[in-house]
């Protein structure tokens, strides 16, 4: 079970550095009366990761029980494989998008309606955001990882529940920083809203380069 834990952490430590879920729950605590969103948005977000992974888990497990030990090796290989190639397409794609010098960075419109959400739309939203093609990748690194490991049903569920733990963290200060200390945090709220809005496409695409090289030597060690 803890190697399984060591081995997810680079992807929930992936998904914990993906800007645009942590500007949206800072956008929506920078709102009036906005703690109750705020927690609504966290537990959208949670579920929506774990959902993710417990997906990927189970139809990784499902084909790795189908086969024996010594054939279900070269298909993890290829799968590593193909996502790391994923990673890399998506890394490039990132980095095309970073705005030239001085120049304002573009985010996605649907973050000016973000004031005003009512509380099924906000749990939708941060669903969405934690399914999005992005973390379903990431998502899906640690699901494959999970499922191959052959641990008991009762580990892999923890195993679940530390990676969710993790990938929600960036999302999970912020909310909790505005419930204990709601003065003192919302100047750091905007601080750190600006930088992330700034770095956004940089931060991303360090994080799929990385995911993108670990998931080539995994999946190379398994040839």
């Known amino acids: 079970m803890l190697e399984s834990i060591g081995s997810t952490l680079p992807q929930a430590v992936g998904i914990a550095a993906s800007p645009l879920p942590v ?3 800072i ?11 705020g927690i609504l948005y966290l537990l959208g977000w949670l579920v929506g990761i ?6 990927f888990s189970f139809l990784t497990r499902v084909g790795v029980d189908a086969t024996s030990e010594d054939e279900a090796q070269p298909i993890l290989a ?26 304002e960075p573009e985010m996605p419109s649907w973050m000016s309606r973000l004031d005003g959400l009512r509380p099924a739309t906000t749990v939708a939203l941060s669903f969405g955001l934690a399914a999005n093609p992005k973390n379903l990748v990431m998502a899906a690194t640690a699901g494959t990882v999970i499922g191959a490991s052959r641990t008991v049903v009762g580990d892999s569920a923890w195993v679940i529940l530390v990676f969710t733990l993790v990938a929600g963290a960036s999302v999970a200060l912020p909310v909790l920083a505005s419930v204990i200390a709601p003065a003192a945090s919302a100047s750091a709220l905007a601080t750190t809203r600006t930088w992330l809005v700034a770095n956004n496409a940089t931060i991303m695409t360090v994080v799929f380069a990385l995911l993108a090289t670990q998931n080539f030597g995994d999946g190379l060690a398994l040839l």
């Open 50 to 55: 774990a959902v993710a992974t417990t997906v």
């Open 78 to 103: 290829c799968i590593k494989i193909a996502l790391g190639l994923l990673l890399v397409w998506l890394a490039v794609r990132q980095w095309r998008k970073r705005p030239t010098p001085g120049a």
């Open 27 to 37: 956008i929506i605590l920078m709102a009036p009366n906005s703690r109750r969103l």
């Open 23 to 25: 500007i949206a729950v």
